[in-house]
């Protein structure tokens, strides 16, 4: 709320300067709502307000507004760029300022728009009328590294968030208790935004396995992966909060499975298919006796009957009445079987890297898979998802840890393998394979 109120008081100061002469009273009082919200928010210490991806921060934390507010934040997001400005801050002497230097500061500020290089040409002129309390930050490349890892571990926080709560509503579910889903809705609501601002991250968190409970990780996992597929078919927010709910419970049913079946490291019986096979319909049962509204429960209850469905209608359970499947259980059955190929399980020697999950569901678009969603999915995974092993020409190996951009994915940020000694590997430096010879431009290395 602060920061809201930080970006209004701002956004209202630069603007009343615009129309009014010095000694008009509304300038008089935006600049002291302005100097009154820096103090609050501040403490009186230094203020740090930085636009990066298109967010603003405020003391590093990103900015948080109502929608009411989008039209004034989107105005500002384009102020600062026009300006050449990452930033400002503001030091603590900014409380020695006097009105009159807060009016010139956004006279000047608006005026360095019309100037070549602003962000100098305003450092000098703050300079020569002795305005020191405010410090010009430029647009750099660089990512501020504080921001970088709040990032990734809010999106770390989510993930083991959600991870917790599907299994506590499972749990609950299982003793025959009411759970309840508002914890779950607000997590799906925190992963919206996330996805939509940080697609390749939250992918790559989809490939951390080493968490002990596959159940909970493969929903957490289906839910993030069908709220991505989502969001490039340009689902709305309300739609993909509700395609998250139903990723982390769409193998709810699970819970009437004994777990010597979930857990046996064999092949099944015919009989234990059976019983595995009923989890998409008692998922349904389970799903409707959460304790949330009937409208939400009507929306998220199809996506898990649905979810072992294939697209020409086989699969399981055996339908008779219906002619197509939902939009949710297609996209579901996209990211389950994909998710569930590139796990560990204990019925098969390993996981199929994620290159190979890709062309094994490729080669069943159209029978098991909506071709057109798959197609978007195997985009949106991209050429080399994070987690594919590439040989390289330079005779190195490299493990897809992270992309530089969200649409430049061809040349992957790689974690090279070391030889162990062992007859293994063991993590080497992480570089870029858009990295240039210096001298002769070309790049240092290429997939093979
Ligand atoms: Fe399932
Ligand atoms: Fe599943």
């Known amino acids: 709320m602060l920061g ?22 509304l300038i008089k009082e935006s600049v002291q709502q302005f100097a009154k919200a820096l103090v609050e928010i501040s403490g009186g210490m230094e203020l740090e307000i930085l636009l990066w991806r298109g967010r603003f921060f405020i003391q590093g934390e990103k900015l948080h507004y109502r929608r009411e507010s989008f039209s004034l934040i989107n105005e500002m997001l384009e102020y600062f760029p026009e300006r050449g400005l990452q930033g400002l801050r503001f030091l603590p002497t900014f409380k020695q300022g006097s009105l009159k230097e807060f009016i010139l500061f956004s006279r000047l500020i608006n005026d360095s728009v019309t100037q070549n290089d602003p962000p100098s040409w305003l450092e000098e002129k703050l300079k020569a009328i002795g305005i020191q309390w405010v410090e010009i930050l430029r647009e750099m490349d660089e990512v501020p590294p504080d921001i970088e890892i709040r ?20 749990q609950k579910v299982s003793q025959q208790s009411v759970a309840g889903i508002r914890k779950a809705r607000r997590l799906a609501q925190t992963m919206v935004d996330l996805v939509v601002e940080e697609e390749s991250l939250m992918l790559g968190l989809t490939t951390i396995r080493d968490y002990d409970d596959y159940t909970y990780t493969h929903s957490v996992n289906v839910a993030l992966l069908a709220m991505a597929l989502g969001k490039r078919i340009g689902l709305s927010q309300i739609l993909l909060e509700q395609l998250g709910i139903c990723g982390m419970f769409h193998d709810l049913g699970k819970v009437e499975v004994p777990k ?45 009957f649905e979810h072992h469905l294939n697209y020409n209608l086989t699969g399981y359970p055996r339908i008779h009445f219906v002619d197509k499947l939902t939009l949710f259980g297609k996209i579901l059955r996209i990211a389950d079987t994909y998710d569930a190929l590139t796990s560990e399980r204990k019925y098969r020697p390993r996981a199929f890297s994620p290159d190979e999950a890709l062309r094994l569901m490729w080669n069943k678009a159209g029978e098991d898979y ?70 002769t431009g070309s790049f240092l290395r290429n997939v093979l």
């Open 4 to 25: 809201g109120r930080f970006i209004r008081t701002f956004h209202h100061m630069i603007n009343t300067v615009i129309i009014h002469q010095d000694n008009n009273q």
């Open 260 to 304: 010597e079946i979930l857990l046996k490291p064999d092949m099944l019986d015919t009989g234990e298919w059976d019983q595995m096979r009923q989890h998409p319909v008692v998922g349904v049962h389970r799903v409707l006796r959460l304790h949330a509204s009937r409208e939400m429960k009507s929306r998220v209850a199809l996506g898990p």
């Open 151 to 170: 990032r990734k571990e809010q999106a770390r926080q989510t993930y083991l968030h959600t991870m917790v709560t599907v299994k506590e509503v499972a």
């Open 370 to 439: 909506d071709p057109l969603l798959l197609k978007v999915f195997i985009n949106m995974v991209g050429l080399y998802p994070v987690g594919t092993i590439l040989k390289l020409d330079t005779g190195e190996m490299g493990l897809v840890v992270d992309y530089p951009s969200e649409d430049e994915r061809v040349r992957p940020e790689v974690m090279l393998l070391e030889d162990d000694g062992e007859g293994g590997f063991k993590s080497g430096n992480t570089v870029s394979l858009a990295e240039r010879d210096q001298k």
